[in-house]
C-alpha cells in the first residue's frame, strides 16, 4: 500500500467489514495492519480488552486468566497475545534518565534458574565454595535496573550482570550531570569519575539511607516485579524474561504518580503497536 494521505487510502472499497482496499495499490488491508494485532483470528475487541488487562493489573494478569476472562480457545492463544502486547510495550525513547539536580538509582536483582547454568563468578573465577543450598553456583538471572527519583526507569535482564556489563547500561542510559545513587557494590565503582556524584548506603552494615541517599525506588520497583513473577506468572523461562521485564517496566514508567491512569495507559500501549510485529517463531509459543 503506498500514498501519504490517510484519508484517501481509506475511501476505497471493502470486500467485508474492516477490510478495505486502497486506491493507489489496489491491496486489501484492515486497522490491524502494520500493528501487532496484525494477522490475527482473535477478534480485535478482545485485543483491546486484553491490552487493557495487562495494562490495569499492577502485577500482570496470567495467560490462563486471559484466556477465562476472554473466552479464548486455547492457553497457547492466550499466552501469544500477551507476548504480543509485551511486544507493543517496548519503550523506544533512548533519552537518558536524570539530569541536572536529579537522582538516578542503579541496582541489580536476580530472578529464577538460568537456562544455562554460570560456572565463574562475575568477576571470572570458578565456583569453588558451595552455597547454602549445597550447589557451587547461584542460580539466578540477573536483572538491572536504572530508576530516576520520581520518574522513569530502565530495566534489563542480562546475561551476567559483571562490572563491564552494568557500567556500559548505566553510562549509555544516564545523563552524566546525574547524581547516582547504589549500594556498595563494585560493580559500581568508579562511577564518581563519569557522574556529577556517586553516592551509597552501605546495606551490608544494615545501612539503607543516609539523608537522600538510598536505593529505595529502584527497590521498590524489584519489590513489584518479584510479586508479580512469583504470584501471577510463577514460571518464566530465561528467553522470556526479558518481556516480562518490559512489561513491568511499562507499568511503572506509565503509572499514577506520573498522572497516567489505567486508561490513558492502554492507550499509550494500543499507541505502541504499530510498526511492531512478533510472529510465533519469533515468540517461540511451540516451547511454551
Given at each position: 500500500m503506498v500514498g501519504d494521505d490517510q484519508?484517501?487510502?481509506?475511501?476505497?472499497?471493502?470486500t467485508r467489514p474492516g477490510l478495505y482496499k486502497c486506491k493507489a495499490c489496489a491491496e486489501p488491508f484492515t486497522a490491524t495492519i502494520g500493528t501487532v494485532y496484525e494477522d490475527s483470528k482473535v477478534p480485535l475487541n478482545k485485543w483491546l480488552l486484553a491490552t487493557h488487562l495487562m495494562c490495569a493489573s499492577k502485577?500482570?494478569?496470567?495467560?490462563?486468566?486471559?484466556?477465562?476472562?476472554?473466552?479464548?480457545?486455547?492457553?497457547?492463544?492466550?499466552w501469544f497475545m500477551a507476548h504480543r502486547i509485551r511486544e507493543a510495550m517496548i519503550d523506544t525513547d533512548d533519552t537518558p534518565l536524570g539530569g541536572e539536580g536529579k537522582v538516578v538509582e542503579a541496582d541489580?536483582?536476580?530472578?529464577?534458574?538460568?537456562?544455562?547454568?554460570?560456572?565463574?563468578?562475575?568477576r571470572g573465577r570458578p565456583f569453588t565454595k558451595p552455597n547454602s543450598k549445597g550447589g557451587k553456583v547461584r542460580n539466578s538471572r540477573p536483572v538491572v535496573a536504572l530508576v530516576e527519583r520520581g520518574g522513569k526507569a530502565k530495566v534489563f535482564h542480562v546475561a551476567v550482570a559483571d562490572k563491564a556489563t552494568v557500567s556500559a547500561l548505566v553510562m549509555a542510559n544516564v545523563d552524566p550531570a546525574t547524581r547516582l545513587h547504589t549500594d556498595e557494590s563494585r560493580l559500581y565503582t568508579g562511577a564518581a569519575d563519569v557522574f556529577a556524584s556517586h553516592e551509597t548506603v552501605k546495606h551490608s552494615a544494615g545501612e539503607y539511607a543516609?539523608?537522600?541517599?538510598?536505593?529505595?525506588?529502584?527497590?521498590?520497583?524489584?519489590?513489584?516485579?518479584?510479586k508479580g513473577m512469583k504470584g501471577v506468572y510463577?514460571?518464566?523461562?530465561?528467553?522470556?524474561?526479558?518481556?516480562?521485564?518490559?512489561?513491568?517496566?511499562?507499568?511503572?514508567?506509565?503509572?499514577?504518580?506520573?498522572?497516567?491512569?489505567d486508561g490513558e495507559r492502554t492507550d499509550l500501549a494500543i499507541k505502541g503497536t504499530i510498526g511492531k510485529r512478533l510472529t510465533y517463531v519469533q515468540a517461540g509459543v511451540a516451547n511454551v
Open positions: 484519508s484517501t487510502l481509506l475511501k476505497g472499497k471493502g502485577k500482570g494478569i496470567s495467560a490462563l486468566q486471559l484466556q477465562r476472562e476472554l473466552a479464548l480457545g486455547s492457553y497457547r492463544t492466550a541489580e536483582t536476580y530472578y529464577g534458574k538460568p537456562a544455562i547454568t554460570p560456572t565463574v563468578t562475575t543516609r539523608g537522600d541517599v538510598n536505593t529505595n525506588s529502584a527497590e521498590g520497583f524489584f519489590g513489584v516485579f518479584k510463577q514460571h518464566c523461562s530465561e528467553k522470556h524474561l526479558n518481556r516480562y521485564v518490559t512489561e513491568f517496566g511499562f507499568r511503572h514508567n506509565t503509572r499514577i504518580a506520573l498522572g497516567i491512569n
